[in-house]
Structures are given as structure tokens and as C-alpha cells.
């Protein structure tokens, strides 16, 4: 491996901030700017994974309101500079990584009857945010700089595109500002005055007692991730989501394996019984052998991270300081030091109670999960990173080890899990925002910093955002299914009390090897798989926007307005996500107090089921017809991309 004091380290990149030169980035004002952003779009993270089972990556949103809050400070003479800017966004995505991996795993212990408990939740968040960060850090060498051509890192290379172009103006501000508007009047429609349906589902059979079912759940924030993933993702997801629904579900039945609580019911609750029950632990499958498969990928850049690792910690605490600048990062010591420090706490602390065995595992599938979570998000972006897959191969595995020892409690296995899902989810946001940084010129070691400092902050506040939104709405509820929460607890109490139903995991495992065999990306299939329908159409078709717009721009051969129209409709996007998410707490907020009617409508307007459905159809085309005119019209409307923001 090549040092990366020598010039074909760089990757063949010029940062926008030469090596040599002195700019402000880890200051007071951008350290506390980070610390507000990044509670605020942690909750808005949350609200997001727990009602749809993804999460998307907050850098961009966070750099653009970074951004125009700097711009505002400086009318009162308090300037920012682009690499404070840096540390503003690195901070924020830390909060909403770190809430993917809360949401996707520990959230799970209320479907096991237990109450969320703020002080274990902090605790295991900061332990396995910790690893995130410092696991990857031994990597980034490789991974940002040495692979730079062949990991694009979308996310991180959008995000430097985005501060350098704000360099020069403030228009981005006014997309993500309008998305938010129209992202938050919208959620106010529907779930404070009843005025739109924003589900449309329905069912048939074949055989006049059950059968298929089909629906979507309409709103800003799924048609958002939907356009934000693209159609390529978002068409495996849907895939899986109909070979679940409309084959799997009706084969389950037509074979007589229908829960008996299902026999009762409209045709779609049967339909849902099913696949809570069986075709879940098929998706569950998949994403073992899915994981597993990644990792088998990830051998080489796991073994020279450890090779990295071993050479460097000779240098102690003082490493890293004779090379340049924008190469250095922690020193190695910091690495390995913390990593057995946070596996002797996971042992000790009495509200994590993993033990020692589980401790053990949780650190090892860490680091392998890390690496595999890193590499991914290069070539998928954040927001497609698997870390509810890995999250099911570590508590599987986990499941099986620990009750080979007698452990019988769901819990420890479920915590063991989130270390590993928070890490994951952590290591997939720093590689992103290291990758910012090494565009822009940053200094590595001050990100991971910040990245630290963030991840602190975070598990003071994801216990509590967790809580909130289950007095709110209760996880598992029609609003917030949490389905990776609710399948983690699933997978975790059926291996310890020997209900595992093996049988769907072999073949869902199977499935997963077919699709290996036709280099078809197993991961996002089988998150269609174990997804509700209802959250998969509404994401595809956010997906086939996004590929009508940019086949209309790339129409016109102009590559500038085609890369604006990118650029503008990932902005709009994330602002609708934050509006619905902002909202959504609000209504959350509303039904605690008890302000309203009391029921599921705060304050119903009455104007009947028909109207409020066509109204929401009407709704939905509007909804379209804004995302594709902002980002068309805001692509022709400029002549550089730079003037966008």
C-alpha cells in the first residue's frame, strides 16, 4: 500500500484547499451550528426509518441549511468558511446515522413487550457509534483515496459538489425550503384535517376467500426516497416486494399455512398476517447469505485494514504528524486503544448486559461490518446501505451462539445486534463525509473529531426520540410499522425459544443465491421482500420519476442541465423528506397532549372517505407534477451550476 505521502495517493484529485494552507474548520460556531442540526434531523431521520424502514443520508440537506445559516450570520459580520461548512454537515450526519442503526435494531425491544429504556439506549448508541467511527478510520486510506476512481462515494461527492457551489451563491436554500413547505402542508393535509387519503390499497382473489393484495402509502417522504435512491434500487425493491406479495403470499396460502389469527378479517389483513409470520423470515434469508456475500467480497480491504492498522500502531499517539495536512488522521493508537475500551463497557455496563460473549461478538461482526458497510456506500450511496442486512446475519449468528450458552433472554441478542447496526450504519455516514473532506481539502483527523463529538450528542438525545414517537403512534403501528425493528425482535425471540421457522430462512437464503448467480443485487430485493407493499410502490414510483425527469433533461444534450437537474432534484427531495418527518412530529406532539378529537385525525374537517381519497389521488399527481417542474425548470433556469447554490 502506497503512503500517502507520495503524489499517487491523491487519486489524481486537487481538493479545492491546497494541503499547505491554513482555513478554519473545527471552530466554536460550527461545532454548535452542527449540534442543533444534527438533533433536529436526527428526529427527522427517525420519524423517516421507522415509517419506512430506509433512511437517507442528511449530509446534502444539512450542507445546504448550513449553508444559508452562515450566509445569515455573515449580515452580522460572523463569516463562515467552507470547511467549517464541512464540520457543520459531518456533525449533523452523524445524529441521523446513528438513529438508522437505533431505529433498525434496539427499537425492536418494544415488540418484545419491554419498555425503551433512555439510559441502556444512550449507552449501547455512543458504543457502537464509537466503533463506527473509529473502525473505519483505519480504511479510509484505501477506500477514500486509493480507490477513489473506483468508489464514487454519490453522497460524499454530491455534498463537496454542493460547498464548493455554495461558495458562490445561495439558491440552494430556496429548493430545499420549498420541498420542505410543500413536504410539511402536505403531511399537515392528511394527518391534522383528514383532508387527503394518502393510502390506496386494496386485494383479490383468486379463490373467493384470500388472496393477493397491492397498496401504497402516498407521501412526500416515500416518493422522496424513492426519486433520492433512483429507479435502478428502487425497481429491486419493489421486485422483492411483489415476488412477496403477489407470489409468495398467495402460494403460502393456497398451501394452507395461513396463521389462525388470519383466518378472520378483510383480504389485505390476511394477506399481512401472512407475510408477518412467514414471509419475513424469507427476506431474513436473503439478507444473511446477502451479507454474508458482501463480506466475502470485502476480504481484501478487511485484510489490509488490519494489515494498516498493525503497522501504524507502533507510532502511538504522536502518529500521522510529519505527513501532509489532508492525510492525517486519529492516530492508530486512539484506534485499537478505544476499540477495547468500548468492548470492556459493553461487559461491564449493567444496562447493556450483553456479557462477555456477546461483547465479543459484537465487536468482531463490527469491524467486518464496518468494512463491509464502507465499501458499499461507495458504489450505492448512504441511503442504500444495507445495515438492516447486516444487522439480521449479526443476530442470527448471535441468536445461535448465545443459546448455545443458556441465554434465553431476546434482549441481550437484540443489543448485540444494534452495536453492530450502529456501527454499520456510522462507518457507512463517515466514509461519505471523509470523502467530502478529501475533496474539499479537510483534515481528517477534525472530521473524525467532529464525527465523535456528534455521535455523543446523538445517544444523549435517540433514546428519547425513540420514545416519543412510540407514546405517539406505537411501533408497529399502521404509521410507524418499524419493520426492521419488529423483524430483529422477531428473528431474536424465535432462535432463543426454537420457533425459528428455518424452513422460510433456507429459502429465502436460496433465493438469494439464484440472484448472486444472475449478479442481481441481493440486498435491496430483500429489503422489497420484507417490506409492507404499501411502502415499496410509492418508493418505486419516486424511482420512475426520477428516471422520466432525467431522460427529458439528458433530451435537451445539455450534460450541465442534466447534472443540475440531479443536483436540484435530490435538494427537493430531501426537503419534502425533512417537511413530512418535522411535521410528523408535530402530530406526534398534538396526540400526546391530547389537543384535538383524540382519535387518529386531530382535527377532522369531516369531508367523507370518497372525497378525502380523490382529493389524495389528486394529491399524489400534484405532489409529481411539483418534483418534476422545480427540478426541470430550476436545470434550465441557470447557466452553471454553481449560481444553484
Known sequence: MESENEPPSTGGVDPYVAADSSMTELSVKAVLLGLVLNVVLMAANAYLGLRAGLTI??????????????????????????????????????????????IFSLAGVAFLGESIDIVTTAAVSLLGGILGVLFMIPMRRYLIVEQHQELPYPEGTACADVLQAGEHGGRGVRFVSIGFIVGAVYTALANIWGVIQTTIQGA????????????????????????????????????????????????????????PDAAGGTLFEQANAVWSSYVRYVGAGAMIVGGLYAIASMRSTILDAIRLAGAEFSEGLNGNTDRKRTARDLPMAIVVVGAAV?????????????????????????????????????VVGSSSNPVSGMTVATILIAAVVLRSTGVSDPVIVLVTGSVVAIAAAVAGDTSQDLKTGYLLGATPRKQQIAQLI???????FAGG??????????????????????????????????????????????????????????????VGMYLPISLATPIFL???????????????????????ATLNGRIVAAGLIAGEAIMGIVVGAIRILGVGSGGEIP????????????????AVGGLLAFIAASTIRGARETENVEELY
Open 603 to 618: 382535527f377532522p374537517v369531516g369531508i367523507g372517505d370518497q372525497l378525502s381519497l380523490w382529493l389524495g389521488v389528486a
Open 204 to 259: 383479490f382473489s383468486v379463490t373467493n376467500t384470500r388472496g393477493f393484495a397491492l397498496g401504497g402509502d402516498f407521501t412526500p417522504a416515500l416518493v422522496g426516497v424513492g426519486y433520492i435512491i433512483g429507479p435502478r434500487i428502487a425497481a429491486y425493491i419493489l421486485g422483492g416486494g411483489l415476488v412477496s406479495w403477489m407470489m409468495l403470499i398467495p402460494l403460502l396460502v393456497t398451501g394452507g399455512m395461513v396463521p
Open 454 to 460: 456528534g455521535i455523543g450528542l446523538s445517544a444523549l
Open 57 to 102: 443520508s442528511a449530509s446534502i440537506p444539512a450542507a445546504v441549511i448550513s449553508m444559508g445559516l452562515f450566509y445569515g450570520l455573515s449580515r452580522i459580520g460572523i463569516q463562515g468558511t467552507i470547511l467549517e461548512n464541512n464540520i457543520v454537515q459531518t456533525m449533523t450526519s452523524a445524529g441521523s446515522s446513528l438513529t438508522a442503526g437505533v
Open 542 to 564: 419516486g424511482g420512475v420519476l426520477k428516471a422520466i425527469v432525467t431522460r427529458y433533461v439528458e433530451r435537451t444534450g445539455d450534460e450541465e442541465a442534466t447534472e443540475r
Open 465 to 526: 426520540i425513540i420514545v416519543f414517537f412510540n407514546q405517539a403512534y406505537g411501533l408497529g403501528s399502521q404509521t410507524l410499522p418499524a419493520p426492521q425493528a419488529g423483524l430483529m425482535a422477531l428473528i431474536a425471540e424465535s432462535v432463543l425459544n426454537g420457533t425459528a421457522n428455518w424452513g422460510m430462512v433456507l429459502i429465502g437464503a436460496t433465493f438469494a443465491v439464484v440472484l448472486i448467480m444472475m449478479d442481481v443485487p441481493v440486498l435491496p430485493f430483500a
Open 342 to 378: 468500548v468492548a470492556i463497557l459493553l461487559v461491564v455496563i449493567p444496562q447493556v448486559r450483553v456479557g462477555l460473549l456477546g461483547a465479543l461478538i459484537a465487536v468482531l461482526a463490527a469491524f467486518l461490518f464496518v468494512a463491509v458497510s464502507s465499501y458499499l456506500v461507495g
